[in-house]
C-alpha cells in the first residue's frame, strides 16, 4: 500500500494547499477528501496513547507483554482490579474506556500485552500456555485480595488460570472473576468465527493467515499472525457501516466540516492501530477454544496437567453478555456456570445486556452506566 499512500499524500499536498485555487473548488475539496479518507484508513498506526488522568506504574515486565498500573488520587485502600486485556489484533488501549470508568471505584492493573513484530527471536515463543503462565504470575504478583477481570478473548484463558491456582489451593486465588463477552464454549452460540474455524483445518491457518515479520523490524523472522488481517475479519462482518461511515467522514470534509469529521476518525485511530500476535498463540486458540472447545469439554491440558474449572471454590463468578454480540454471542460465556461447579449458586451471577454488541459490553453509554456499575457491586460484595 506504500506507492498508494504516497499517492495520497501527494494528492492531499496539492489539493489541500490554500495557495492552490483549485483547493476551493467542489473537485478539488473532493479530491482532497477522498486522499484524506484513503491516507485515514492505510495509515501505519502505532500504539495509541492512554491518556487517562492517571500515572502508569510498570509493575512487572516480560518479553511478550508488562502489567501496569493506573496511579491517581484515591486508587490507594480500593479494590484492586486486574484487567486481563485481550491479545487479539488491538493494543491494550482499546479498554481505554473500561479503564476509565474502572478507576472512578478501582486500583486498576493491566495486561499490557507488546507487539509481537517487535519480540526478538531470543524471546523464545509465546502460546496459549505461557498465556495462562503470565496471567497466573500477575495474579500472584497482586496478592489473595485481587478482582480479575477479562475482556473478550481471554476469558477461557482466565478461567483456566483460576483453575489451576484452585487446583493448588494458591493462596493468589482472586477474591473474584468476571468473565466478559468472551469464547468459553462457543458451541453453544454459533458466530462467523466459530464457524470460520470449524470448516477450515488447522493447516489452512496456518498456511493462509500466519506469515514472517519483514527485516526491518525487532522481531524479524517471527511467526505471527498480522494485526491487519484481524482488523480486515471485523471489518468483513460489518462491511456497510464502515463504508457508510467513511463515506460521511468524505461528506464532512468536502463541507469543510473538520470538526465532525475529527470526531468519526477519533473511532477508527483506535480501532485501525493493531498489533501482530504469536503465530503459535494463535493457532494454539484457534484450535483449543474455537475447533474443539477443550476447556468446556474436559480435554484441556496445561503444561501436562488438566485445567478443572471445578475445582474453583473460592472465587465469585459474575459473567457479562451482551443481547447483540455477534463475535462471542449470548450463551458463549455463561457457560462457565455450568463448569464451575464448586462455585455455590449464591457467589454467581449473570449479566445479558440488552441493546449492546460486542464493544458495547466494555465502552460506551450501556458500559457506564449499567454494566459497571453491576460490577462494582458484584465486586463489592465479595471483597471480603
Not at 495557495?19 to 467542489?26: G, I, K, M, Q, V
Not at 494458591?170 to 468465527?193: F, K, Y
Not at 457467589?347 to 445486556?353: G, K, T
Request: charged share 20%; hydrophobic share 45%; glycine share 8%.
Amino acid at each position: 500500500m506504500t506507492p498508494a499512500r504516497w499517492s495520497a499524500a501527494a494528492t492531499k499536498a496539492l489539493f489541500g494547499n490554500p495557495f492552490n485555487p483549485f483547493s476551493y473548488t467542489l473537485p478539488g475539496r473532493m479530491l482532497n477528501a477522498g486522499a484524506d479518507v484513503f491516507s485515514g484508513v492505510t495509515e501505519r498506526r502505532g500504539k495509541p496513547a492512554w491518556n487517562l488522568p492517571a500515572k502508569i506504574d510498570v509493575i512487572d515486565e516480560r518479553p511478550f507483554g508488562r502489567l501496569i498500573r493506573f496511579v491517581h488520587d484515591g486508587a490507594l485502600g480500593r479494590p484492586r482490579i486486574l484487567l486481563v486485556a485481550p491479545m487479539s489484533g488491538h493494543y491494550a488501549t482499546l479498554l481505554r474506556n473500561t479503564v476509565e470508568v474502572l478507576m472512578d471505584d478501582h486500583d486498576v492493573y493491566i495486561t499490557d500485552w507488546a507487539d509481537a513484530r517487535d519480540v526478538p527471536l531470543s524471546a523464545g515463543r509465546f502460546d496459549l500456555d505461557e498465556y495462562v503462565a503470565y496471567v497466573m504470575t500477575y495474579m500472584r504478583i497482586l496478592g489473595p485480595d485481587v478482582h480479575v477481570v477479562a475482556v473478550c478473548q481471554p476469558a477461557p484463558a482466565v478461567l483456566a488460570a483460576v483453575a489451576l491456582l484452585a487446583a493448588e489451593d494458591d493462596p493468589a486465588q482472586p477474591r473474584s472473576m468476571v468473565l466478559m463477552g468472551g469464547p468459553v464454549d462457543v458451541r453453544v452460540a454459533p458466530t462467523a468465527p466459530t464457524e470460520l474455524a470449524s470448516s477450515r483445518s488447522l493447516k489452512w491457518f496456518k498456511s493462509e493467515l500466519t506469515m514472517s515479520v519483514p527485516s526491518w523490524y525487532r522481531g524479524a523472522g517471527r511467526e505471527v499472525y498480522p494485526g491487519f488481517l484481524q482488523i480486515g475479519a471485523f471489518m468483513s462482518m460489518h462491511p456497510d457501516r464502515h463504508m457508510d461511515a467513511h463515506w460521511k467522514i468524505f461528506e464532512d470534509l468536502v463541507r469543510g466540516d473538520g470538526e465532525s469529521a475529527q470526531r468519526r476518525r477519533a473511532f477508527y485511530d483506535e480501532y485501525l492501530s493493531v498489533m501482530d500476535i504469536p503465530a503459535e498463540f494463535y493457532l494454539q486458540t484457534v484450535a483449543e477454544v474455537f475447533k474443539h472447545a477443550t476447556l468446556a469439554n474436559g480435554t484441556m491440558m496445561w503444561r501436562g496437567r488438566r485445567v478443572d474449572p471445578g475445582a474453583i471454590a473460592k472465587t465469585a463468578l459474575l459473567t457479562v453478555e451482551g443481547e447483540l454480540d455477534d463475535i462471542s454471542a449470548p450463551g458463549q460465556t455463561y457457560a462457565a456456570h455450568a463448569l464451575c461447579t464448586g462455585i455455590p449458586a449464591r457467589r454467581r451471577r449473570n449479566v445479558l445486556q440488552s441493546g449492546v454488541g460486542h464493544y458495547g459490553i466494555f465502552s460506551g453509554q450501556k458500559w457506564r452506566t449499567a454494566i459497571a456499575p453491576e460490577i462494582a457491586a458484584f465486586i463489592t460484595e465479595f471483597a471480603t
